[in-house]
């Protein structure tokens, strides 16, 4: 592979979709404007839609004023429009395929892109197998003098057999360390901070585990429902769009243990650790652990079945069982029309012993460490602090709060961004290794199969609260409560 060589053709499949029109035209418009993309470099989109080079760079310069966070720097944008190309074709059939083969020749002549690429597939599942299949069989991987990378975007699979079979599609023709299994929330700024937080403190570091933990909440609400995503949520559901990927991600990040050096694999390596440390839910133990909720008018949503019995809404329990975690809850919360739109990680810290002030102030609130992930990007520490005065001593909590998204910039990068730079750059610590996505879906196939068979009632909340009252009471049976911070 040729590491240092970041020189390279994009091709997008899927470029007049909406993922390509709202992130990744706007990311690398942003990396244009910040000079990072490589000099020798262009982009060809492909799609089904009649259109004329021209007026597909039209439709990219509107998307990149409506998404992007820069404002348009006519140099810049002139620069980047002209290595735009649009080819149309079906992904199904072949000629479309020999056509593009001769075109990204003639360009690599053009922009000294030596045959590196990077094939960005930014279309429906369905065509993962397919595309990947006609580009080997067409000469288009494999080059030895040259690289060529694979992305593939969410969902990978429906569960863990799907993704198997997916997965083997791919990796007959890419090798895993060519493989990008993209998912976006890696790439958010705050995610790459958590392992800074924790291995670049020592406040943090040494009280990181069972001893001084009491639980972990992790959550992702947003107050949106599925907008025109019917289609597609329908067959999903909350706990194959949300938990099986972003969720365990978040979850593999605040549990593992630090790595022996910062690279790709030591990394990944930790991270599947947690994973197999999951306990794998018995469907008595789902039914224990688990809830499922589906909000009020979801049913009425287009493209959505008026019985329809997909979940909106999942909060779950879970132990990683392993000497750090033993005893300590983990409590995952995702869900769809909530009250706010948030993500965040609560560290729950455990009281001081019964004596001092634990023993004469009853109320005393326990120590919070909030890594906020978005929108808000941040970390809220709350602690106990005397009330200032005279008198009686009164005692609350106080916060100190780093904002991140207000103090350092207001204008954080884009998870594309970074993301997009990486696979050009050859480093997939960012994206997922097959036996996360592998050990993910062992996690949450187990449970998808205990509720097979079981109707649940639906709809179980009604939109702007927080979810079904099982998914408090989950917490209550545990002397705990959700910190909604
Ligand atoms: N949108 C997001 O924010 C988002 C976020 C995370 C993951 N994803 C994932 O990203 C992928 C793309 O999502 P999207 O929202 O961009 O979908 P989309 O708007 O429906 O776009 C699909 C693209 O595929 C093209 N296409 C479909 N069938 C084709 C065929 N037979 N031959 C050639 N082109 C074909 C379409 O071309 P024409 O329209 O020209 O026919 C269009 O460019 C999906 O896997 C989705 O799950 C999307």
Redesign the pocket.
Known sequence: MVKNNISNIMII????????H??LMPALYNLKYQKILPENFAVVS????DKTEEQYRKEVLESVKNYSRFDIDEKVWQDLSERIYYKR????YDNGYMELSSFLKELDENYNTKGNRVYYL????E?FGIIVEKLYRHGMVNNETSWQRVVI???FGEDLESARKLNKMITDVFTERNTYRID?YLGKEMLQNIMVIRFANVFFEPVWNRRYIDNVQISSNEIVGIENRGG?YEKAGALRDMVQNHMMQLLTLTAMEPPVNLDTESIRDEKVKVLKSLEIFTPEAVEKNVVRGQYAGYRQEDKVSPTSNTETFVALKVHVENFRWAGVPFYIRTGKRMPEKSTQIVIQFKPLPGILYFKEYKNLLPNLLVIKIQPEEGVKLQFNAKVPGAGDITIQPVDMDFCQNCQISNNSPEAYERLLYDVMRGDSTLFTRWDEVEYSWKFVDAIAEAWKDKTPDFPNYQPGTWGPKEANELLLRDNRMWWNV
């Open positions: 499949f899927g470029g007049t979709g909406d993922l390509t709202r992130k492909v799609g089904r839609r074709f079906d992904f199904v930014a279309v429906a599942p065509y975007e969410k969902p976006h597609y």
